[in-house]
């Protein structure tokens, strides 16, 4: 049997038929005795060796070199920084298993999507490629820090960040606080299907991100994602009132408790929904960007386990979001499952004690049962308002890492810093 090169056009005879396609790399977690082939319709197929006849190769592999060309700068249109921190948006398919890794140059978004050059010029840096879910406290102080740097640029008009979606409502949040003062919009973007796949949604984000981050008049953090499963438009929500609410639609990002900013079609129109937010200016963005690590996020349940409390004191946790049900009940009376004792002995053991609520629609009360009495009163857990559990875990974090004792944090958290914290929670938000 002839010993093909992955990429070269095959010709795969079996005892059951006969295919033609290319010859692709086996995923490494696959079985090894089955070999990869990439047909003219796009998809692939596995065919197991036993079953091959004869090979006979077609056209061997020819790499394509690509030239990149430097894109000339336009002086009729405004100047967008997009930073590339990975994700789906810049991925492609990785053949060790099968899946998607972070692996597009952002320079690569303006080869893949020429018509970008004709909303604004754009100065690309690639500064990390990893998933979402493998950020941390310092990858948000350092893309803040990036952010920071490219605000200051008198020359640009506003900053395109991408990176993945499974956590873009945590990193909009972490530099909602940890940037302060904005003076330009800083529009976070992504996409739900890798850029490779003719489904993405990864062009039109990018494209309404440009013209959001050129043209929006807000100088706020907000995400720009699909509006509808088709290319309706992308809608703007703010950053620290998003969240991804479904694993794979390309409407998965919807604002919860407020309307969104405003809506974008890759024509350049923005239609502005909600005029609450603050307008561009002359400040000078201040950066706060220090976060306490040891913060938790605990799910509450029915029979939960007190010990799951007691594993955050003994670990000297700083900060407890508990995610409790409805208006912020938690286990009280259970002879055995209230965490009322753990919940006192976490706060006198110095630790920040938030509830939020597992609802994400509406706000937590802290005084309308005799439980949530017993939790803010008596004890002097603070209640998060209708803010989401997710942007109440980073600013716990940041509230500590910013705050010279408890006093001073729990005084910072309570304070609506960058729109975390509605008055007023109007009908038509609902499900928006």
């Known amino acids: 049997m002839p ?30 005795n089955f070999i990869v082939l990439k047909l003219d319709n796009g998809y692939n197929i596995g065919i197991d060796k036993k079953k091959i006849k004869k090979t006979t190769v077609i056209s061997p592999h020819k790499p394509r ?32 298993t099968g899946g998607v890794i972070a692996d597009y140059d952002a320079n690569d978004f303006l080869t893949m999507c020429p018509e970008l050059k004709d909303i604004a010029n754009i100065e690309v840096k690639c500064l990390a490629k990893i998933m979402s879910e493998d950020m941390d ?3 948000w102080a350092f893309m803040a820090k990036s952010i920071k740097k490219e605000l200051e640029n008198d020359n640009i008009s506003g900053v395109v960040v991408t990176q993945g979606t499974d956590t873009l409502h945590f990193s909009t949040a972490a530099i909602s606080f940890a940037l302060q003062d904005l003076n330009k919009p800083v529009i976070f973007t992504a996409s739900q299907r890798s850029i490779d796949r003719g489904s993405s949604d990864a062009f039109m984000n990018m494209s309404c991100s440009i013209i959001a981050a050129a043209r929006f008049d807000g100088a706020v953090v907000a995400t720009c994602m699909h509006g509808t499963t088709n290319d309706d438009y992308c809608i703007l929500n703010r950053g620290t009132k998003v969240r991804k609410m479904h694993t794979s639609r390309r409407d998965a990002f919807r604002p919860i408790n407020e309307l969104p900013l405003a809506k974008v079609t890759t ?3 923005i239609e502005v929904i909600n005029k609450n937010y603050p307008k561009r200016n002359d400040s000078t963005p201040i950066l706060k960007d220090k976060f306490e690590h040891k913060i938790g996020l605990l799910q509450i349940h029915p029979v939960i386990d007190p010990g799951l409390i007691e594993y955050f004191i003994k670990n000297k946790y700083k900060g407890i979001i508990l995610n409790a049900t409805a208006l912020g009940h938690v286990p009280t009376l259970h002879k055995t499952n209230s965490l009322i004792p753990v919940i006192e002995k976490a706060i006198k053991a110095g630790i920040l004690v938030v509830i939020t609520t597992q609802t994400l629609y509406g706000r937590t009360h802290p005084y309308v049962y005799t439980n949530l009495r017993k939790l803010s009163v008596e004890l002097g857990c603070v209640f998060a308002e209708d803010m989401l559990s997710e942007t109440a875990f980073i600013k716990v974090g940041w509230a500590i890492g910013n ?27 609902f499900l928006y």
């Open 3 to 32: 010993n093909p090169k992955h990429g070269d056009i095959v010709k795969i005879v079996t005892s059951e038929e006969t295919v033609e396609g290319t010859l692709l790399p086996r995923p490494e977690i696959l079985d090894p």
């Open 65 to 96: 070199t690509e030239k990149k060309e430097k894109v000339k700068h336009n002086p009729k249109l405004p100047t967008v920084a997009l930073l590339s921190f990975g994700g789906t948006i810049s991925s492609k398919i990785d053949y060790k």
């Open 137 to 139: 406290y310092n990858d």
């Open 267 to 269: 024509n350049g129109k």
């Open 403 to 429: 705050s010279k004792d408890i006093k001073e944090a729990k005084e910072l958290f309570s304070t609506n810093i960058a729109g975390e914290i509605n008055e007023r929670i109007t009908a038509d938000t």
